[in-house]
C-alpha cells in the first residue's frame, strides 16, 4: 500500500518558468512533510520540509504548500534553473514515538530546458 | 563538516551470501537510518538507530539488522542474500530521533547480487 505517492514520473520545465512537482498522501497521520532532490550517483539531498500545522513554507526559490484537506502537497520551484534538473522525492512522517518512519513517494524526474 | 559516509560504494556477491555494510554520520549526528532504493519499490525505511538503540523499523524480514555503535557508526548486515536485494542502500544522518527534521545522506552503496 503506497501511503505517498507521486503520479508524475516526470516532468518538463523551460528555465525560467515555474515547476510545480505534486505529492498525495493516504495516511492522515502524517503530519511531517519533507521535499529532497537527488542526482545521479548521489544520496539524496534535502530541500525544504513543512510541518501540518502550517500551509505554505517558502525558502529562497523553493515553497510548499500543504492541503490536508484534500491530502496532497507541492513544491513550486521559481524561476527554475538549469540545476534544478534531478528526481525530487516528497517524503512524509508521523509523529507518534517508537511508531516513526519516513515514507517516499516515487520519485519525480524534472528536466529544466535550456 | 565532513557529511555522511559509506562504505563500501560498490558491492558484488552471490546468493545465500551475507553483506555488512557501513555508515559514518555527520559528527555529532547521534541517529543514522537505513534505506533500500530500487527502481520498482522506491526508496523504503529499513531502520533507525539512535544512541545505539534501534527506535524504528521498517517493513523488512529478519535478514535485514543493524547496530550501532558508541560513536554513533553505524552498520547494517543482510543475511542470505537474494537477487532480490540487488539495490542501492542509503544510509542518513540527524542530530536527533524521529523523521521531524532533515536527514542528510550519503551517497550509498550499490550492492549487485549475482
Known amino acids: 500500500d503506497q501511503q505517498v505517492k507521486q503520479n508524475s514520473p516526470s516532468l518538463s520545465v523551460q528555465e525560467g518558468r515555474i515547476s510545480i512537482l505534486n505529492c498525495d498522501y493516504t495516511n492522515s497521520m502524517f503530519d511531517y512533510f519533507l521535499w529532497y532532490k537527488k542526482y545521479p550517483a548521489e544520496g539524496p539531498t534535502f530541500l525544504i520540509s513543512?510541518?501540518?500545522?502550517?500551509d505554505k513554507n517558502e525558502d529562497g526559490r523553493f515553497t510548499v504548500f500543504l492541503n490536508k484537506s484534500a491530502k496532497h502537497l507541492s513544491l513550486h520551484i521559481v524561476p527554475s534553473q538549469p540545476g534544478d534538473s534531478a528526481v525530487y522525492f516528497c517524503a512524509a512522517s508521523a509523529g507518534a514515538q517508537g511508531a516513526q518512519k519516513l515514507v517516499f513517494g516515487q520519485g519525480t524526474r524534472l528536466t529544466i530546458n535550456p | 563538516k565532513a557529511g555522511v559516509t559509506q562504505t563500501p560504494r560498490y558491492l558484488i556477491k552471490t546468493r545465500g551470501q551475507q553483506v555488512t555494510l557501513s555508515c559514518s554520520p555527520i559528527s555529532g549526528h547521534r541517529s543514522v537510518s537505513w534505506y533500500q532504493q530500487t527502481p520498482g519499490q522506491g526508496l523504503q525505511f529499513l531502520f533507525e538507530y539512535f544512541s545505539e538503540t534501534q527506535r524504528n523499523k521498517g517493513n523488512f524480514p529478519g535478514r535485514f539488522s543493524g547496530r550501532q555503535f558508541s560513536n554513533s557508526r553505524s552498520e547494517m548486515n543482510v543475511s542470505t542474500l537474494e537477487l532480490g536485494d540487488s539495490a542501492l542502500y542509503l544510509c542518513?544522518?540527524?542530530?536527533?530521533?524521529?523523521?521531524?527534521?532533515?536527514?542528510?545522506f550519503g551517497d550509498g552503496t550499490r550492492l549487485s547480487i549475482l
Open positions: 542518513a544522518s540527524s542530530s536527533g530521533t524521529g523523521f521531524h527534521q532533515p536527514q542528510h
Open positions: 513543512i510541518s501540518s500545522i502550517k
